[in-house]
């Protein structure tokens, strides 16, 4: 039995052992193989963005069912669920002038959820609010997202304040994570409903920036002409790679603590 785990062993030490450089390139490749690997087993890669949206739903549940049944918010950013209100709220607006679909539901369902965490942690769950710890500024981000989507927005025949909000709400996804990921870092600690919750971003993320890049390989890179003109469409694929790689991080440590058997994760320093 011991030799059959020895393989596995000796590859998660090596990896552990490695540059940040090389550890990056092989969660470059990892990624590209897991790519490879849904564009054959997934033959609607619209299902992939619909996927995404349930698998955030499904970490906002996470945390509801920490906050009913923990009776604590500690440990969660009020900030980063601000953010993600706002980008939802945003992104609804857009789905209700733009285009009214499954998304729409989706998102409407997600704000209510966030809407609810939000008031749990201001008011019902205060006294448990790590806010010393919560200390990531909110126009750190939520300025240059405004600034990016008023010089760098879709560039098609709806209107232009219908055109800024949809990239603003694009951009500020990208980062809404980072207040979560301050709290965490400043901790060190992170119990299990919170990791389970930003893994569920991770994996959410990872799902949405798969069916972007498969569909412009799919249609040879037509879907970039139709997102629109100039920097527009390079941005959407930056922020959904950017998303991505920002838990990527998280995500590897969640997952090697899940299978060592860990409740708790642990966090080394300058992970998030």
Known sequence: MRGSKTPIHAVATWVRRQPPKVKAFLAVISGMAALVFLRFIVHDHDNLFVAAEAVHSLGICVLIYKLMKEKTCAGLSL??????????????YCSFVMEYDI??????????????V????????????????DNFPIYYVAAPCAVFAVFVHPSTSHHMVNRICWAFCVYLEA??????????????IVEPFTAHYVFALGVARFLSCAHWVLQVLD??????????????????????????????????YY?????????VLRLPSGVV
């Open 219 to 252: 249609t040879h890179g037509r879907l970039l002409t139709a997102l629109g003109y100039g920097l527009w469409p390079s941005m959407v694929l930056l922020s959904e790679i950017v998303q991505t790689f920002i838990l990527a991080d998280f995500c590897y």
């Open 255 to 263: 997952v090697k603590s899940v299978v060592g058997g860990q409740l």
């Open 175 to 188: 980062v809404s994570v980072l207040p979560q990921l301050r709290v965490m870092q400043n901790t060190k």
């Open 118 to 133: 939000i008031y749990m942690i201001r008011f019902k769950l205060r006294p448990s609010y790590m806010e010393d710890k």
């Open 79 to 92: 900030k980063s669920q601000e953010l993600t209100a706002m980008f939802l709220a945003v992104r609804l």
């Open 103 to 116: 998304h729409t539901l989706l998102d409407s369902a997600t704000l209510v959820a966030t809407l609810w």
